[in-house]
């Protein structure tokens, strides 16, 4: 399926990229919101199986893969996030749409929700809830921009593993291989680094989300056809608080894939068929 590399500037100035899939279709666009340190590649596989059908645009938010990284680090946080997503929306002449939202990019998607509802139709949120593992985030604080330098691929990978290997069990060596190579990219010596700007881990230890009360956000889904995608391993989404979260919206759809933690690749058999049904729905 045909997909465009594409370019658009922030309300303050900074060049932001995304990936464009397919081509028109007179169908809801779906937007595909990455990780804290993840980018839009990660959503290759799940893109390319819905572009057939839908519009599928996957951003990278400022400071990570092809966007450009912010002088102001201060400047990594949600809200930021959800004015660059609405600022492409206008750009492409995007009134609604449905989102994906893995980790930060389910923060972002609700946030959006919260701000501006008319403009979300449908939300999926990949391991993520208005209240974080407090496990998880302290392990996620010990390690974002801070992990040492590698010499070269193998030693990405063997960084990466140590880093998710408990969260991902059971890849094989060609797995770990793409998934690397979606996180990280040769400099111009040819060496390859985190492909994101080191000071989004300041950020997150220093900076406030300048959000709400998330559960009062969260409630803003009430009314918003909502699919959660919960990874059984999960330190950061735990068992306690889907249950919280059902309780509060008890229409939540709930998806539970085994043998995964924090956070499931959306290309499980599970996961893409929930998708295809949450968004069949939709339309």
């Not at 391991?127 to 691929?153: F, M, Q, S």
Request: glycine share 6%; hydrophobic share 35%; net charge negative.
């Amino acid at each position: 399926m045909p997909v465009s590399a594409c370019y658009y500037d922030s309300e303050d100035g900074l060049r932001l990229f995304y990936r464009y899939y397919g081509s028109e279709h007179p169908t809801l666009p779906v937007f595909c919101l990455p990780g804290i340190t993840r980018n839009s590649r990660d959503f290759e596989d799940i893109a390319d199986h819905l572009a057939d059908r839908y519009p599928v645009i996957c951003p990278d938010f400022r400071g990570r893969g092809f966007s450009e990284r912010d002088p102001q680090w201060q400047n990594y946080q949600p809200m930021t996030y959800v004015k660059d997503v609405q600022r492409l929306m206008d750009e492409l002449a995007i009134p609604r749409a449905a989102f994906i939202g893995t980790s930060l990019g389910g923060i972002v998607s609700t946030a959006l929700v919260h701000l501006a509802t008319e403009r979300v139709a449908g939300v999926i949120l990949n391991d993520i809830g208005p209240e974080i593992g407090a496990k998880g985030l302290e392990r996620i604080k010990t390690y974002i921009g801070r992990v040492p330098p590698v010499k070269n691929w193998d030693e990405a990978i063997a960084q990466a593993q140590s880093l998710y290997g408990d969260a991902w069990p059971g890849l094989t060596d060609k797995q770990w291989q793409h998934l690397v190579r979606r996180s990280y990219r040769e400099n111009e010596k040819g060496v390859p680094v985190l492909d994101m700007d080191p000071q989004i881990g300041e950020a997150a230890r220093k900076v406030t989300t300048s959000l709400d009360d998330p559960w009062k956000i969260y409630e803003a889904l009430e009314n918003i056809p909502t699919m959660v995608v919960h990874g059984a391993l999960s330190d950061i989404l735990t068992d306690e608080i889907v249950e919280k979260m059902q309780k509060h919206k008890p229409d939540l759809q709930h998806v539970l894939v085994k043998n995964r933690g924090h956070v499931p690749l959306l290309d499980e058999p599970e996961c893409v068929a929930a998708i295809d049904k949450f968004l069949e729905d939709l339309n």
